[in-house]
């Protein structure tokens, strides 16, 4: 090995071993992080999404399964009357029809001392003295 083999290996380990290559070569380590963990939320949100998916499709085939049976069942004399009877509220002879109505929109009944007295709340202080005797 003569000087000009050692100066050029020198000048190797030199540029090599330099800052600015260090920079490059950690530059390029966290571009593929960074690269390996956006694949890596590509994938979770494609699996969440795969999932959501599949879960609406057994929904689907539980409706279909339902409608087939409801169709299934309208092919049927029976089916057609059931039907009937819960849309257009019909009855056969003979047959009585009780209707539920529905008791969400009723006002709401007093309750404490204006349920006993039975008045309302304009006469608050007539039914105080009738109350306490005065």
Do not use: C, T
């Not at 000087?3 to 966290?30: C, N, P």
């Amino acid at each position: 090995m003569n000087y000009r083999d050692f100066q050029e290996r020198k000048k190797f380990e030199h540029i090599f071993y330099s800052g600015w290559s260090i920079f490059l070569v950690m530059a390029l380590f966290v571009l593929s992080v960074a690269g390996a963990v956006n694949l890596w939320s590509k994938d979770r949100a494609i699996k969440a999404e795969i999932a959501e998916l599949q879960a609406k499709i057994s929904e689907a085939k539980k409706a279909k399964e339902i409608g087939v049976k409801k169709i299934m069942e309208l092919g049927m004399a029976e089916g057609i009357e059931a039907e009937a009877r819960g849309r257009f509220n019909l009855k056969k002879e003979g047959e009585e029809l009780v209707i539920f109505m529905n008791n969400k929109n009723a006002p709401e009944e007093p309750k404490g001392f204006w349920a006993s007295a039975k008045v309302s709340q304009a006469r608050a202080w007539q039914n105080i003295k009738n109350w306490l005797g005065l």
